[in-house]
């Protein structure tokens, strides 16, 4: 059985992936709106990855006899800039996502739940993937100002990202 502190945190968790989902879904449609249907694809697979992440949190409570409480999810924005500001605004939201796992992580071992720490390494590892993926784009991306080919050749990189079904 969860302790108290550790399923409300892990409901807080499961808000913070499905955020992450919708505001990749609204990032996927900003991209299609302008003309970057690569991004819109890369974004919309990412979208259901986050979705997936949160699905992964709900199994855990629920197979610890735990609580499921749902919150509300707040409106993302509708706008991003440009593609390389968009992916700086990925990458801050990432880290936060970091800093909200290492802070369940920390929670747990405090707690003494050993179970739960070790379930939250996955998330650990997938999270340093995040990052890095992010970090890779956008050190693609510094190149549009010098190569106005640089969007396109990326737009049709991001393309290639396989689907998660």
């Not at 550790?6 to 709106?33: D, F, G, T």
């Not at 990855?49 to 509708?78: S, W």
């Not at 997938?126 to 992010?134: G, H, L, Y």
Request: proline share 2%; charged share 30%; hydrophobic share 40%.
């Amino acid at each position: 059985m969860l302790k108290e502190k550790i399923q409300e945190a892990l409901n807080e968790q499961i808000n913070k992936e499905m955020y992450s989902s919708y505001l990749y879904l609204a990032m996927s449609a900003y991209s299609s709106s302008v003309g970057l249907p690569g991004f819109a694809h890369w974004f919309r697979v990412q979208a259901e990855e986050e979705y997936m992440h949160a699905m992964r949190l709900f199994d855990y409570i629920n197979n610890q006899d735990g609580k499921i409480k749902l919150k509300e999810i707040k409106e993302p924005p509708a706008g991003f800039g440009t593609a390389v500001e968009m992916f700086h605004q990925v990458l801050e939201h990432e880290q936060f996502i970091t800093r909200s796992i290492n802070e369940l992580v920390e929670l747990a071992n405090a707690e003494q739940d050993g179970t739960t720490a070790s379930f939250l390494q996955w998330y650990v590892k997938e999270q340093e993937e995040e990052e890095e993926n992010v970090k890779e784009i956008i050190a693609k991306l510094r190149g549009i100002d010098k190569n106005e080919y640089v969007i396109s050749s990326v737009d049709q990189e991001l393309a290639k990202r396989p689907a998660l079904r």
